[in-house]
């Protein structure tokens, strides 16, 4: 079955720097590949998604890359926000969602 | 907007009762999920329907029964459940089953006594 792989499980940056969340997956099926932000106490909100037939996609602050050959996707947050204080969790579909086990990013003022 | 939603938002029970958890929504989704999430993990997939039929079961206990009543409605049933099994029980819902954004709802965070 599938297996995605998150990385870092904890991500510190200065407010207006950029961070990067990086993972990893096993089933070549998976084509479909999204990222959900979990504020504390509060449900995944999904914020972009990528499909495999595309390499990258952008909205606003938000950027993912998406290497199928190397199996590799990637989340960008720039300029950083006290807002985007959360856990990050990306994901890996075919039939149905995997999801990483999630990185906690911290906004530093 | 939660355009999925669950009731209720809070349940405490014992390990004899039976109860049931609630999910509905008006997107006209055809498919509709149930998820366990414990404190600092991802979500773990239970229950896949696909119009309105059980499509995955992922090897879940037989004291977590699910139904789905219409298009509209998820239910979880509850009965003789262990101390292990509180946690934040997520319903998501999705345009076709897969490959598709899922919506979620606001969880019913369940405590066993």
């Known amino acids: 079955g599938e297996n995605v792989e998150q990385h870092p499980s904890t991500l510190s940056v200065q407010e207006g720097d950029s961070a990067v969340i990086k993972c990893t997956y096993s089933?070549?099926?998976?084509?479909?590949f999204p990222w959900y932000k979990q504020e504390l106490g509060k449900r995944p909100q999904l914020i972009i998604d990528i499909r495999s037939n595309v390499g990258e996609k952008k909205d606003q602050r938000i950027a993912v890359t998406l290497n199928k050959t190397a199996k590799h996707f990637s989340l960008h947050i720039t300029e950083t926000q006290p807002e985007d204080s959360a856990v990050y969790f990306c994901?890996?579909?075919?039939?149905?969602?995997?999801f990483g086990k999630g990185t906690r990013l911290h906004i530093l003022p | 907007d939660t355009e999925v939603t669950q009731t209720p938002k809070h349940l405490v029970m014992g390990m004899t009762n039976k109860k049931s958890l609630k999910c509905e929504q008006h997107m006209g989704h055809r498919a509709m999920y149930w998820y366990k999430q414990k404190a600092k993990k991802p979500p773990e997939l239970m229950f896949v329907?696909?119009?309105?039929?059980?499509?995955i079961n992922e090897s879940v206990p037989s004291r977590f029964s699910p139904e789905c009543p219409n298009s509209s409605l998820l239910n979880l049933h509850l009965h003789a459940l262990q101390p292990e099994d509180s946690a934040l029980y997520l319903c998501a819902s999705s345009d076709g089953q897969g490959s598709q954004p899922q919506h979620f709802g606001d969880g019913t965070r369940l405590s066993i006594l």
């Open positions: 994901a890996a579909s075919y039939d149905k969602i995997i």
């Open positions: 089933d070549s099926a998976s084509n479909y």
């Open positions: 329907y696909s119009y309105e039929k059980l499509s």
